[in-house]
């Protein structure tokens, strides 16, 4: 890849996005557009990297954005609907969207795309995250564009504004934190900025195949819990409540919130207890994963940007 190659990056003022685009200035990589809807996150963006070119667009809407992928070399496809209480949104943002952004990459002949999907299509649940990435994926699939398929586990880093991104703010706020059950559902969670460096070596080697990415290291969910807390200096009691009451109580704030942080069905995707197959992709990206403990700390501690909290 070529520091001056055009690298559309869709959906990329979230989690990912932001960090991708720090990774890609580490790797002197400066001809980046970044589309996505959110005009405060953009804004964001704009403000860290000044040089990234941005637009503020609906991807599930057709548009004249399509047309500023002429020439480019890459598009890394970010957008993604992870939470909400009624199907709309993730037809939209998960396959809407992808229509349109495949029609865009064929229109234009854009040479490579990587599309990060979700190690929920592995999963047993059934909830509308999981069968709308598993659409998204066939989507790409039947395009017939030459892609890579990334299916990272739980990821967490800087911007993130759900996930622990949003817990370690809440335990910061109140002096009872709750756990569903025991609290011990294995988790594998995936630091953002390893899985940035597999896109960035993706986009140099091009490979055209799916690879699950998961977190090299396995720990249950209290204990992550735990070192979060650690790490922001929370003094939060970590109190567990029966699953039935928690998920209730899900039900009743999402009522009440058309975009909560964290919903019923998210939390039984967490206690399915899933067990996701690890692949050497240290070797297989040359990337050298970052010890669990290490990037919390760097998540959490960082002068530059943990302080940073996107729109949610």
Known sequence: MQPTSKIVICGGAGLVGQNLVCCLDGHGCGNVLVIDKSAANLAVLKRLH??????????????????????????????????????????????????????????FQVPYTVHVSSSVVNSVAEDLYATTKREQERLVAASGIPHVVLRPTLMFGWFDRKHLGW??????????????????????????????????????????????????ERIDY????????????????????????????????GLFDRNPPFTAEQLA??????????????????????????AIDRTFRDPRYSPIVLEF
């Open 50 to 107: 000044p040089h990234v070119s941005v637009l503020c667009a609906d991807l599930a809407e057709p548009g004249d954005w399509q047309r500023h992928f002429e020439a480019a070399e890459n598009v890394v496809m970010l957008q993604a609907q992870i939470g909400a209480t009624h199907s709309d949104p993730f037809v939209r943002n998960n396959i809407d969207s992808t229509r349109n952004v495949l029609d865009a990459i064929h229109r």
């Open 167 to 216: 817990l370690s703010r809440f335990m910061r706020r109140v002096p009872v934190f709750p756990i569903p059950g025991d609290g011990r559902y294995p988790r594998q969670p995936l630091y953002a900025g390893d899985f940035c460096e597999i896109i960035v070596s993706c986009l140099g080697s091009r490979p055209r195949q799916t690879f699950d990415i998961t977190g090299l």
């Open 222 to 253: 209290l204990d992550m819990i735990r070192q979060i807390r650690s790490a922001v200096g929370a003094r939060c009691a970590i109190v567990r409540i029966p699953y039935g009451l928690f998920s209730l109580l899900l039900r009743l704030w």
């Open 269 to 294: 995707a967490l206690v399915a207890a899933d067990v996701f197959d690890v692949i050497d992709w240290e070797a297989r990206f040359d990337v050298k994963a970052t010890p669990f403990a290490v």
